[in-house]
Structures are given as C-alpha cells and as structure tokens.
C-alpha cells in the first residue's frame, strides 16, 4: 500500500478490507458493501476482481477495498491506512448528528466527521474534545471502526464541569473539534487468544467498541465482560450487554454491583477483582483489556500477575496516561 509501506497478506476467497483488517491495518469503513466509499483505493499494479460485478478491474482504476479480491500480488494507494500499534492524531471537526440522555448522568453523542474517510482507527481507541480556553477532556470510542458515525457515552454531571462543559457545548452547537485517535490499548486486529474485559462505569464505552468490532471480524475465542458499577441504575447500558450475552455465543457478560454486596462504594474495585479472579481462569492463555480509574486498574493488574497472568497480557490505557512511579 503507498505512501504507508504496509503490507498485508489476503487469501483468494476473502476481500481486500477484512484482509487488511487481520493484519491489523485500520483503513476507513463503514458500509463493508461498496457503498460508503470510505474504504476506496487506486490500483497502481496488479490484478484484482470486483466482487460484485465479478468484473477485472484494470490498473489506474478507483476501487473499494470492501468490494475487492486479489487475483495476485497487487499495490495500491490509499492514503489514510494505520498499521497496528500506530497513530498519529489530527484534528477533525465533527458534526453533532445525535445527544440523548441514556441515564441519570451519561449522555450518549453521535458524531459524524465530514472527513470520515481521513481517519483511520483501531477498536478501543479514544479521542480528545477540543473547546476554547479548557483542557482537551478524554472519552473512548464507544463505536466499531467500521461505522461511519462515532459514539460516545460522556457522564456528566453538575461536579463534573469539564464533562459538563463538553455536553453544554454539543447540545448547544451544530460542530464539535476533536483530536483522534489516542491510545494503544486497543484491537488492531481480532485476537487469537480468549479475551478479558474489565470495566468500571463509563469504562464500558471502549469495551462496547471492541466488542462491536469483534462480533463483525468472526471471533471465536472466549470472550468475558465483567462491568462494575456503584449502583444499580449506574449500569446504563446493561440491557446491550445482556443481549450480546443472550445472543453472541462467545460472550458472556457478569455484572459487579456494589449495591448487591453490603459494602461501601470505595471498596469497589475490590469487588470488581475478587469477582474476576473468582473466575479461577487460566491466566497463562488469555488477553485482558482494563477501563477504569487507575487505582481499579493498578489493583486488578497486580492481582492477576500474582495470579499468573504474564504482565505482557494486560492492556490499559491507564498505563500509558497515568503510569506508576
Ligand atoms: S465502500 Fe463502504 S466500507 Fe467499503
């Protein structure tokens, strides 16, 4: 692929996008069926066949990567590709398409980047709001890279100004700026081990991500979700977690809520690692994935290498923005 220099392998049944996309190369997409356009590219070299119209498509011509097979060893160029474990953020500015509120204090945003096809992602990752005269305020993701509109779930409340500010601004305007994507806590491509989630509160939005992603890439493996929350009405998005659990056969989702036990809200991330490490999982084979503040995130992570776990496995955010001294 030019400029980037990646490569990728891709077999003669699959089409050139979920090839990229094992590799873990993020290229824009939303429709997977050759209609959005995100995903298009020239052909520089080779020969590749239109899935659709099982046409050859000739050098020097536009196509949609979704729509594409290889018919042997082929170059392309497709400006905005990412290779795993890489991201440069820019700014984009983002039309507001939706905000509702979903809880007694988070807020769902959809958000629709005119420039969709410039930004590149993986599952997991998150962005910054830009507003003048504050800090960037972080949120993850909530939605798969292959959608066109991004999701986030922004808890807000009168304590929380900056949270506030941010949805103050989006209701009250029709743009918002944003910085993406950050982050290498993410899936670049669908593991090949069984996954662990671990989530506290709106934490919940990068594991929505990944999950959105990996129900779409075939994924097999095993693949648990433990949520905590403080209290019952906290958990704001529970009834989409249970339905994946109800109809996703790889996943299960166990919800830890301090409510149901007799303790107060600051030992809850003692709860949350005594629930999973109830699991009695062989630590040795898995991947986790963690989303929450740093003190659950710091204590769950020690927890599970003494357990076993190889500290290689565990992926967090955390670790990158709120590293331990
Ligand atoms: S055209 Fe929409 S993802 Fe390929």
């Known amino acids: 692929m030019q400029p980037s220099g990646l490569m ?18 993020a290229v824009p997409s939303a429709c997977r069926n050759g209609v959005c356009e995100l995903c298009e590219a020239i052909l520089k070299h080779g020969q590749a066949l239109n899935t659709r119209s099982q046409q050859p498509i000739s050098e020097a ?33 983002a039309n507001v398409v939706d905000v509702r509120s979903i809880s007694h204090d988070v807020f769902r945003v959809e958000l629709l980047l005119p420039r969709r096809r410039e930004l590149s992602f993986h599952a997991g ?19 798969s890279p292959l959608e ?3 999701e986030l779930h922004i808890q807000a409340s009168p304590e929380w100004v900056s949270a506030q500010k941010v949805i103050d601004a989006i209701k009250s305007g029709s743009s918002v700026t944003l910085e993406v994507p950050h982050g290498r806590a993410c899936l670049a491509s669908a593991p ?22 990996l ?22 998005l ?3 977690a249970q339905q994946w659990h109800e109809q996703w056969p790889p996943f299960s989702f166990l919800p830890v809520v301090g409510d149901d036990e007799d303790n107060d809200w600051s030992g809850h ?32 992570m020690d927890a599970l290498v003494e357990a076993g776990l190889p500290p290689s496995a565990f992926f967090s955010d955390v670790l990158e923005y709120a590293p331990r001294k």
Not at 279 to 297: E, K, L
């Open 61 to 93: 011509r536009h196509l949609m990567l979704c729509r594409t097979r290889a018919l042997g060893h082929l170059e392309l160029e497709i400006e905005t590709v990412m290779a795993a474990g890489e991201y440069t953020a820019r700014k984009f500015q």
């Open 125 to 143: 990752q998150y962005l910054s709001v830009i507003l003048p005269d504050t800090d960037p305020c972080y949120f993850s993701i909530a939605s």
């Open 269 to 300: 991330h003692d709860q949350l690692v005594r629930a999973v490490l109830a699991t009695g999982q062989d630590w040795q084979g898995i991947q986790v994935m963690a989303s929450g503040s740093p003190v659950m995130v710091y204590t769950l």
């Open 8 to 25: 990728f392998r891709a077999s003669e049944s699959e089409d050139l996008l979920s090839a990229a996309a094992r590799s873990g190369i």
């Open 192 to 213: 090949a081990k069984p996954l662990l989630m671990v989530a506290a509160g709106t934490g919940f939005a990068q594991m929505k991500s990944m999950v959105d992603y």
């Open 238 to 240: 529970r009834s989409l």
């Open 148 to 150: 066109q509109n991004l």
């Open 215 to 236: 129900q779409t890439t075939g994924f097999e493996q095993p693949l648990r979700l433990f949520w905590g929350v403080r209290r019952h009405e906290d958990m704001y």
